[in-house]
Every structure is written in structure tokens, then in C-alpha cells.
């Protein structure tokens, strides 16, 4: 983490936004006049306290993502959010129709003291929701499908490897032993201890 501090909270980590936040967001994305007519957290995330908010100034509701205070982050997630922004332009063409669209992305830290980003909202239910409500025997369907879109992602191919952040590096091997490497740090500074 930033600061290194050892122990911290899910509340902490994951705090929320208030309505006057997500004001200055709407009144910044949309239009200065703009207000929010309804918001609701989403529960399910394990990084970014997520939001579905409705104004007068949208058709339709959006998700506000927000991502944790930046001296909170570790070092192996540091400015994730920038990094699933930057990877948005490979995976929209093999993910047509399974990526909402990204509205707005800010990191400046002047409207709000985090980055956010504001998204379409896709149609449908979580799986963790609904899948139970169908027979077991219908998930292989819903699996099958899972894998052909992970298959997809596979298929992407960019010029380096590695986080918006971290030096780039030519093989996947580079980026994935610097992720390691920083999980160690990070593991550390909590007082874990790495067993070899």
C-alpha cells in the first residue's frame, strides 16, 4: 500500500461516494445543470466501490465505478483501474456486446479524490444471482459460453505486456514475474509470510 499501513478494512478499503461526490461526477460527465435522480451501490466487487446511478441528463441508468484512495492500494494493483481503461480498446472488438461502454474515465483527482470511471450499464443479471435458478444440467450451456468468450480474450494481442504503470516488458513471463514480485512486496509490508 502506499503508506504501507498493515491493517485495513473492507469499509475502509472499498469506501463509498457520497451523493454530493457523485454530483460533481454527473455535473462533469454529463452537464453542469445535471442531478442525480437515483443511486444505488452494487454489491459483488472485490476492488472498486460500484454504483448504478440514473440523472435527467442520461437516457438510460449508468455504473460509477470508483476505485479505492490511492495510498490505500497495493503496489500489485496500483492504479488498476487505469489499466483496465487502457486494456478497453483490445477487448471491445472481441467482446462486442459483453463490454458496456466506457462514458467517462478520470484520473485527476480534481472533481472527486479517486479515479472513477462512469460505464453503460449492461442488460441482466449477475450469475451469482441467477444461476441457481435454473437445473443444473443448463450450466454447461452458460460454461460453455464462459469459455468461448475466455478464448476470445486469449486471442488479444498487444505490442508489451504488464500494468499502465510498471515497465513493459516483450513476454507475458516478464510482466507476470514483476506481478509476483510486487505481491511479495505487498505481502510483506502486511506481515505476511511467503512460505517457498
Not at 487505469?82 to 456486446?97: D, I, K, M, W
Not at 461502454?101 to 479515479?115: E, H, N, Y
Amino acid at each position: 500500500m502506499g503508506t504501507g499501513a498493515a491493517k485495513l478494512d473492507v469499509e475502509t478499503w472499498r469506501r463509498g461516494v457520497t451523493r454530493g461526490e457523485v454530483e460533481r461526477i454527473v455535473a462533469t460527465v454529463f452537464d453542469a445543470n445535471a442531478t442525480v435522480v437515483a443511486m444505488r451501490a452494487l454489491s459483488g466487487g472485490m476492488y472498486n466501490s460500484t454504483w448504478v446511478v440514473e440523472t435527467q441528463a442520461y437516457p438510460e441508468p449508468v455504473v460509477l465505478r470508483v476505485a479505492p484512495d490511492q495510498h490505500l492500494q497495493f503496489r500489485s494493483e496500483w492504479q488498476l483501474m487505469r489499466n483496465e481503461y487502457a486494456v478497453q480498446p483490445f477487448l471491445s472488438a472481441a467482446l462486442s456486446g459483453f463490454l458496456p461502454r466506457v462514458i467517462a474515465a478520470d484520473w485527476s483527482l480534481q472533481v472527486i479524490d479517486r479515479d472513477y470511471m462512469v460505464l453503460s450499464m449492461l442488460p441482466g443479471v449477475p450469475a451469482r444471482e441467477a444461476l441457481d435458478r435454473y437445473p443444473r444440467p443448463t450450466w454447461a450451456a452458460y460454461f460453455e459460453q464462459m469459455g468461448g468468450l475466455t478464448k476470445r480474450v486469449h486471442a488479444v494481442a498487444g505490442d508489451r505486456f504488464g500494468t499502465v504503470a510498471a515497465p513493459a516488458h516483450d513476454r507475458w513471463s516478464g510482466a507476470f514475474l514483476t506481478s509476483l514480485s510486487l505481491i511479495a512486496q505487498d505481502s510483506a509490508r502486511c506481515g505476511l509470510i511467503l512460505q517457498p
